[in-house]
């Protein structure tokens, strides 16, 4: 009997010949056209955003193993592990028999996703930076999966409600935010990163924006001279204030003086999902006490 993992290597092998009108086909985030023969019934996401977006697009039932930290939606929790961002399990991946890994490119090894390539399972590497990004990654996977009507529509429905809150807040006082990432090094987010693209949302502006790294180091000096009117982090989550009461030992600061330190729910506005319409509404809710009390 041929062996599954066989069956995927002789499948890549015969695609040439296949009519590409019988080919489920797309570019990944990293330009790499990905075909699949007929959708994918066996799928291994390799972080906890790619999870998520895979049940968004309806294709939750057809995962048979995540990394770690795949905790949403709650039946997330009881897939299979197969490693973490640092580095997976090829050998329980291949156990696994998938015929479609999900990978993200700012968390997963490409030489270990590469060796699966080589081995015949196909790989879909997900980068989504902009909220049409992650409507139109549903979407995809929606495709891949077998389920494109749904996705779409959920894909609609996403940036219908972000478009939304964009007009409510379009003619909003702008406020000036820093949005801490880390604390030691202390990090930040520059305009390209995602929750930059959610603070300019709700109004604000984020006092880093022009910075050239996605996620910068920056000094406590560096920030003092921003003055920001609004200091916004998630902390280590589990509604840790650590982070912030630090920036209560410099009471010159605008965002202090105003009592304007707020922490946010992290997998709200940290994953590049579909929760980030909450995590954006959450965010403009506290932007709006923050012009209250300037």
């Known amino acids: 009997m041929i062996s599954r993992k066989l069956t995927l290597a002789l499948i890549i092998l015969i695609l040439p010949v296949i009519s590409r009108a019988e080919l489920l086909c797309s570019d990944d985030a990293l330009e790499r056209e990905v075909c699949l023969a007929e959708p994918a019934g066996r799928i291994v996401s390799l972080s906890p955003g790619a999870t998520e977006l895979v049940y968004s697009a309806g294709a939750g039932d057809q995962l048979v193993g995540a990394s770690a930290w795949s905790d949403y939606p709650p039946e997330a929790r009881e897939l ?23 990978g993200w490119t700012d968390g997963n090894s490409r030489t270990q996703l ?122 280590r989550g589990e509604a840790d204030q650590g982070w912030l009461q630090r920036w209560r030992d410099y009471p010159s600061l605008t965002a202090v003086a105003s009592d304007n330190l707020f922490l946010v729910s992290p ?14 509404r959450e965010l403009c809710d506290l932007l709006e006490q923050a012009r209250a009390r300037l």
């Not at 592990?81 to 890994?101: C, F, H, K, Q, T």
């Open 80 to 102: 299979p592990r197969v490693g973490d961002s640092n580095r997976v399990d090829l050998e329980a991946i291949l156990a696994l028999e998938p015929d479609l890994v999900i």
């Open 114 to 235: 590469d060796r699966l390539a080589e081995l015949g399972i196909p790989v879909f590497w997900l980068a989504p930076r902009t909220f049409e990004d992650i409507a139109a990654t549903v979407a995809t996977l929606g495709e891949l999966t077998g389920h494109d009507a749904l996705a779409q529509q959920r894909a609609r429905e996403f940036l219908g409600s972000m478009e939304a809150i964009g007009s409510e807040y379009r003619q909003a006082e702008p406020v000036r935010v820093f949005y801490q990432v880390w604390d030691q090094p202390l990090m930040t987010i520059n305009g390209d990163e995602l929750i930059s693209k959610a603070i300019e949302l709700c109004g604000g502006t984020n006092v880093f924006a022009e910075l050239p790294r996605l996620v910068p180091r920056l000094s406590v000096e560096t920030l003092l001279t921003k003055n920001p009117e609004v200091i916004v982090t998630a902390g």
């Open 267 to 280: 997998d709200l506005l940290q994953r590049a999902t579909f929760r980030m319409l909450d995590g954006t």
